[in-house]
Each structure stands twice: as C-alpha cells, then as structure tokens.
C-alpha cells in the first residue's frame, strides 16, 4: 500500500468493483481506450489486477481518496506485453473517474509509484504509453518527467488502421530521476 497527502494506493476490494464499472462505461474514460467494459469484464479486470498485486506484491492498484473514503480508479505499474516492442520493460498507467480528472490526483499517484518502483523495486527504468490523441494522459507523462521517445508505434492488439493503433511511448530512467529528487 502506498500513501500520499491526498490518495491511497491499496489492495483492491470487490466493493469497488460497482464504481469501476461504472467509469469503464463512462464515454470520457474510455475516449482513447479500445472498448467500454461489460460489468463482467470490469469485475475480471479488476481480478486479475488484484491477483497480480498478490502474486507480486505491486501493480495497478485501486487508489481511494482519503478524505472521502471512496475508491476513484487505478494507477501503478505492470509487466509490459510481450508482444510490445520495449518488452520487456515495467509500464506505469492510470485510469481514474472523470469525476476526480483536473485535480492533480494522477500525477500525484503516479509519483509515489515512480519512487516505488526505482526505489522498491530497483527498476532502473519505467515507461509509459499511449493513443496519439490522449493528450491528458501524455501530459501526466511530462509531468512525471518522463521523455518521449523517438517512435511511435502501432498497438499489436489493434487493427493496423484503427484509429487508435499508432501510440507514443515515454520513458523515465532512475539515474537522472534519482538526481533530481534526492
Ligand atoms: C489520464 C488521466 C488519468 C489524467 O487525469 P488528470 O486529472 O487530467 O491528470 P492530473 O492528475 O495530472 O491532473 C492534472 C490537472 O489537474 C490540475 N491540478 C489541479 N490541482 C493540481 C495539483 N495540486 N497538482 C497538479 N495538478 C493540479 C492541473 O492544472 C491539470 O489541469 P488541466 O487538466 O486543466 O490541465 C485521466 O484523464 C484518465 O483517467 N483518462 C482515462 C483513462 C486513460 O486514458 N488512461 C490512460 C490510458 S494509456
């Protein structure tokens, strides 16, 4: 579990299952993800990220605002897909309701989990990646420092001419992370 002024980084618990379906349907949340979750899908999403927490001991986990008790979306680290072409390699990604976007939620989420991860986990780098036209999550990227590379790509998953095929992909190293925040 991770801590910062505003958020908790936990466990998930199935009592966030009913509001995780619900953002996985919102059309704001999904703009640039491949397709809106059925409430089955959702709830063996939010399994499977639960399982890998346990067997790693680290993810996406469920962040929870403190101040409110309520559970608000993901953000954490995971395995890249082998199928990419920076495997293998750790992502950070996130995922929140639209209700808590243009708060600095994300990025404050997503700092704690830079710090876990090189300071944890001894990643010695971490990436990130995205459609093209998601320019709200590439922004959380600069936020955290992270460089975009010079490539972009076109997700395996995808239909080569679908119109989220083409990402961008940002990376962050420890060595100039550590520099700056030590
Ligand atoms: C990507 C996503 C997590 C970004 O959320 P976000 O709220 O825009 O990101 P941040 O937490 O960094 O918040 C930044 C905004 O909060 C504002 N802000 C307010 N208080 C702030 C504070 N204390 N600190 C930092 N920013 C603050 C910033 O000015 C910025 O506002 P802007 O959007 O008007 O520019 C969100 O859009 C999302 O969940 N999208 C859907 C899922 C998705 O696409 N995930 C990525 C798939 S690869």
Not at 26 to 42: M, Q
Not at 124 to 142: D, H, K, P
């Amino acid at each position: 579990m991770l801590e910062t002024p505003r958020l908790l980084l936990r466990p998930w618990q199935t009592r966030d299952y009913p509001e995780f379906a619900k953002l996985n349907t919102d059309p704001k949340v999904i703009e640039f993800l491949p397709a809106c979750l059925s409430v089955d899908a959702s709830n063996a999403l939010a399994q499977r990220l639960q399982t890998l927490i346990a067997q790693q001991g680290w993810g996406f986990w469920a962040v929870e605002l403190k101040i409110k008790h309520v559970f608000i979306g993901f953000v954490g680290l995971n395995p890249v897909h082998s199928a990419l072409p920076f495997s293998p390699n750790i992502e950070i990604g996130w995922r929140l309701s639209s209700a808590y976007w243009g708060q600095g939620l994300a990025t404050e989420a997503a700092q704690a989990t830079v710090q876990f991860g090189f300071n944890d986990l001894q990643l010695t780098e971490i990436v990130a990646f995205t459609a093209l036209g998601n320019l709200r999550s590439q922004a959380v990227m600069q936020r955290l420092g992270m460089q975009q590379g010079a490539l972009n790509f076109k997700h395996p998953s995808l239909a080569k001419d679908h119109p989220l095929a083409e990402h961008c992909l940002y990376r962050l190293s420890r060595a100039p992370y550590q520099h700056i925040h030590t």
